[in-house]
């Protein structure tokens, strides 16, 4: 019997096939063996029920097994999506061979999938003789699904008719399989890993480039300035999360001097928005948030949010006005030595311009005055664009070493109109010094343990003594041990000195960990070559010494034993002090007790006196009484 098939319904579902050769079905004059055969779940793929996300896939596996009745018998296996959601269209099923075989261990021919009555089917069957089982295993995939919801399918296997071309059931039926999926919404709120980007003006970016946040310092415009039809800056959002799968929508706050708006095109208001993520999730090219002056000077911070409450970002953008004061920066470090004879000091320090707000003020025109111009010639500004600007100073071509000037620097005053005014910075006082004629290395300790943190310094000088101009490079040193971190000294050098101490720009101490003494005991040597100011190459060393780990611990012993000892006489010193006190104490109680004794042998002879003078009182009494009574 052949295998036909013909359409009974459409399919709404989508799967990766597993691509088997188109192979001919060939006529038998007999069906399978319908009490032999069966139909049940197979290894491989999922149970009988699935759960996946919109645009993911769900296969299971079936397997076919029956007895041929005759040479060439087949049977098809048919999927068909019996129920799904409303508008669950382009949802697609597929059903693909995986494997077979039979029990004389000869080829079993098999159809590529085809559209069968009813759904997607695929035919099994063998050209051997009566009684030979055949198997087939299939897999049945669900996929191209967009909606939420239950998704079942029945799968099930026939013969058809001797020839009639109808479709059959089988004799007793075989019970269909059911593969039911559960599909679920994806997650489309936005995670802790979304990013956001600001740049000046209306800033475009393809996907996949690397954004960095730029500060963004511009001047304020007229809130009824229909010409200005560029944003001061541009917020990207990318939403994130982990499926990939990140679309909300977000809240676009202000705080401060500025609108939001999602299109390009001037508001007239808008400090608390919602807007669409049109940029998709990452890595689209990312929803952009146009910032617009709104005609006020000062600062404004731009808070997004996902409708959820996920924080996206904060960026801030400064809207400048008019110029109202000038400062000496102290980040960067300034540098106030200057090279004499006609040289130049780039970058010497930065100058910090603001306007009645305080926000930075770019975009300004800066000159300075010298107070002496035969030391100090010319100034040159370099506007960083965020309100600062570094200043370059040249020597006057006669100038010598150790000689100073005053510098101020000063924009005009944009504030009066009738003369011109300047708004000024503090002076700074700059010296002049020449190239390098003596180098000195020292070291913070003259002993180390192995590997015990150092701290060297470089310091050198010009032939008049002063120190050398700032920038001069500092000679490389050396070792003759390993002393790890020598390359960590500064490599030029600031007011004559140069150090292995990390700083900030500002001159602030970040690390002092960066030189470490050699493992081996002993001497160790620093040293640098250099050409002084008559071009001889001279030699700056210095030596320290690393102590041997046993020598310093019995070291160690020793003054622990000797402070013991020092503790031990100091101990019997003071028991000494102590009888000798007991002693003096003893015989000033032994003093005391002798005259006690004496004091009360001469009471008792006293009162022996008295009785005697009391008793001749008393006689003398008895006897002018005895006159009296005569």
Not at 31 to 53: K, V
Not at 296 to 317: C, D, E, N, P
Request: charged letters at 10%; glycine letters at 8%; one cysteine or more.
């Amino acid at each position: 019997m052949s295998t036909k098939t013909t359409i009974k319904r459409i399919a709404l579902v989508a799967v990766s096939a597993l691509g088997l050769g188109m192979l001919s079905v060939v006529p038998s004059s007999a069906a399978p063996d319908s009490t032999l055969h069966s139909l049940a779940f197979a290894a491989g793929g999922t149970t009988a029920t699935a759960s996946i996300a919109t645009s993911e896939s769900a296969t299971v596996n079936v397997k076919t097994s029956y007895v041929s009745g005759a040479a060439y018998d087949s049977v098809t296996v048919k999927a068909t999506l019996i129920d799904a959601p409303a508008g669950a269209l382009g949802t697609t099923l597929k059903i693909a061979a995986v494997d077979s075989a039979t029990s004389a261990g000869l080829a079993v021919w098999s159809s590529n999938p085809a559209q069968v009555a009813g759904g997607t089917g695929i035919s099994v069957g063998s050209a051997e003789a009566a009684g030979t089982t055949v198997q087939g295993t299939m897999a049945v995939t669900l996929y191209n699904v967009s909606t939420a919801g239950t998704y079942v399918v029945r799968v099930v296997d026939y013969s058809n008719d001797s020839g009639s071309g109808t479709d059959a059931a089988w004799s007793p039926a075989i019970t269909p399989l059911t593969f039911t999926v559960t599909v679920t919404a994806p997650d489309t709120k936005a995670g802790a890993n979304s990013t956001s980007y600001i740049r000046a003006g209306e800033a475009t970016y393809a996907q996949g480039t690397a954004l960095t946040d730029s500060a963004v310092v511009t001047a304020k415009t007229s809130a009824l300035d229909a010409t200005d039809g560029v944003a001061e800056a541009t917020i990207y959002v990318f939403q994130r999360n982990a499926t990939s799968t990140a679309d909300e929508s977000m809240t676009v706050t202000v705080d401060g001097p500025a609108w939001v708006s999602q299109t390009s095109t001037r508001p007239t208001s808008g400090t608390a928005v919602t807007i669409g993520n049109v940029g998709g999730n990452a890595p689209a090219a990312g929803s952009p948030i146009y910032v617009w002056s709104n005609g006020t000077a000062g600062k404004a911070t731009i808070t997004v949010k996902s409708l959820t409450g996920q924080l996206i970002g904060t960026k801030s953008v400064y809207f400048y006005g008019a110029v109202t004061a000038l400062a000496n920066a102290s980040d960067p470090k300034p540098k106030t030595v200057v090279r004499s004879g006609g040289k130049t000091l780039s970058s010497a320090w930065d100058i910090s311009a603001t306007d009645a707000a305080g926000m930075p003020r770019p975009g300004l025109t800066l000159s300075c005055v010298s107070s002496n111009t035969l030391v100090i010639a010319s100034c040159a500004f370099t506007d960083n664009g965020d309100g600062s600007y570094s200043m370059d100073l040249t020597s006057a071509s006669g100038s010598t070493s150790g000689q100073t000037a005053t510098i101020t620097a000063r924009v005009v005053d944009p504030a009066v109109t009738t003369s011109t005014a300047y708004i000024s910075a503090p002076a700074v006082t700059v010296t002049t010094g020449s190239s390098t004629n003596t180098v000195t290395i020292t070291t913070d300790k003259t002993s180390y343990v192995a590997g015990e943190q150092m701290i060297v310094t470089v310091t050198a000088k010009d032939s008049s003594g002063n120190a050398v101009y700032d920038g001069a490079s500092v000679p490389t040193l050396s070792s003759n041990k390993t002393v790890t971190g020598l390359s960590n000294v500064a490599s030029t050098f600031t007011s004559g000195s140069a150090d292995s101490i990390s700083r900030d720009t500002d001159g602030s101490v970040l690390s002092t960990y960066r030189v470490f003494a050699p493992a081996a005991g002993g001497d160790f040597t620093i040293y640098a070559d250099y050409v002084n100011a008559a071009l001889a190459t001279v030699r700056a060393e210095v030596t320290a010494t690393v102590t041997d780990s046993s020598t310093e611990a019995a070291n160690a012993a020793n003054d622990a034993a000797q402070d013991a000892t020092e503790a031990a006489n100091a101990a019997t010193d003071a028991a000494n002090a102590a009888a000798e006190a007991a002693d003096a104490a003893t015989a000033a109680a032994q003093d005391a007790q002798a005259a006690v004794a004496d004091l009360a042998a001469q009471v008792a002879t006293l009162i022996a006196g008295i009785k005697s003078q009391i008793t001749r009182l008393t006689n003398l009494v008895i006897k002018i009484q005895k006159k009296v009574n005569a």
